[in-house]
């Protein structure tokens, strides 16, 4: 984090820790913990995806075509650039806010 100039922050009273992107001047909203269940693994992959009837016949073969990564990047890049165009403006008092 701190290589690309994050700020952390701890918070005492809940035991949180909030980080601030510069670059993007904004303030990276608290992630909440994993839930964890009882069916770690294969059993919960299967239980999670038992509504696509994925099976050996359904997923599509590799026919050896090599992959575009520059095409990889680009849709990458696109949903980099959505994200910031929801997030909006963000005005300094507005992160001090938090």
Known sequence: MHE????LELDP???TVSAYDPAHHRWIPA???????????????????E?????????PV?????VDYAEIVDVLLRAEE???????D???????AN
Request: negative net charge; proline residues 6%.
């Open 13 to 15: 009273e809940t035991n």
């Open 82 to 88: 959505l994200t910031e165009a929801c997030a909006g």
């Open 31 to 49: 992630v909440p913990h994993a839930r964890v269940t009882d069916d770690l693994g294969w059993p919960n992959i299967l239980r999670r995806n």
């Open 62 to 66: 590799w026919d050896a075509t090599p």
């Open 4 to 7: 690309y100039g994050f700020t």
């Open 51 to 59: 509504r696509f009837e994925i099976t050996a016949d359904t997923r």
């Open 90 to 96: 963000i005005r300094d008092d507005e992160l001090t």
